[in-house]
């Protein structure tokens, strides 16, 4: 049982550039989460997601979207990346909203941009 | 809306050592919380929860009771270990805040020298 996995670990880009970060879940998880965790500001929720075709934006959207197209993958899009972006960014899936539900983790991407 | 409050650290104990992060929270309803834990190029990890007041949570040795009345859920262990050097994360979920219903502390970072 994987759990929840992301690709790729690290990225580096160029301002500019465009990249795709993909998260996978094999727990037939409902939702799915995508943050950023930058130093001495805890994690940040980007976007996230109630169901399979379904996305909303969180805390802090601007300058990234996502899809959900299959229940088991969450993606996170970079159109036209910026330094402000360099962070770590994790994925999350929890199996239903009951306050109780553990959200689980993935290893995380480290993305740099330049 | 919600928020939690916990010491930022970093805090540096010998082994041994006994250990406390102070968690604080702001929740209008009746929130779980929960400690995660993030070991060094990790994603984070669940530790413990609590579902309702008085509910006394525990793994590894780790501990943290639900208090309502001084609205805290501070992590404590007795005899901390090397391997425990890590950064610790309070949180709460509230079911009535539909999909983005976590909400993190900055994280803890305790460092344990032998």
């Known amino acids: 049982n994987a759990g929840v996995t992301q690709t790729p670990k690290f990225r580096v880009l160029k301002t500019g550039q465009s990249m795709t970060l993909l998260c996978a879940q094999d727990m037939n998880h409902e939702y799915m989460y995508w943050y950023r965790q930058d130093p001495g500001m805890g994690l940040r929720l980007i976007h996230y997601?109630?169901?399979?075709?379904?996305?909303a934006k969180g805390e802090v959207p601007d300058g990234y979207n996502v899809s959900r197209l299959k229940k088991q993958n969450f993606l996170l899009g970079l159109e036209s990346a910026a330094p402000s972006q360099t962070s770590v960014y994790f994925c999350?899936?929890?199996?239903?909203?009951?306050?109780?539900?553990?959200?689980?983790f993935g290893p995380g991407t480290r993305l740099t941009v330049l | 809306g919600d928020s939690v409050t916990q010491m930022e650290g970093p805090v540096t104990l010998s082994e041994e050592a006994f250990l406390t992060i102070n968690c604080t929270y702001t929740?209008?309803?009746?929130?779980?919380l929960f400690w995660y834990v993030q070991y060094p190029g990790e994603g984070l990890q669940l530790l413990l929860k609590?579902?309702?007041?008085?509910d006394k949570g525990s793994n590894k040795g780790f501990e943290a009771t639900y208090r309502k009345e001084t609205t805290s859920f501070h992590l404590e262990k007795g005899s901390v270990q090397v391997s425990d050097s890590a950064v610790y994360f309070c949180?709460?979920?509230?079911?009535?805040?539909?999909?983005?219903?976590?909400?993190f502390g900055p994280g803890t970072r305790l460092s344990v020298l032998p």
């Open positions: 999350a899936s929890r199996p239903g909203l009951a306050s109780a539900d553990t959200q689980y």
């Open positions: 929740a209008t309803g009746y929130p779980s």
């Open positions: 997601s109630v169901g399979e075709g379904t996305t």
């Open positions: 609590a579902t309702k007041a008085d």
């Open positions: 949180a709460l979920s509230d079911h009535r805040n539909y999909g983005q219903n976590f909400v």
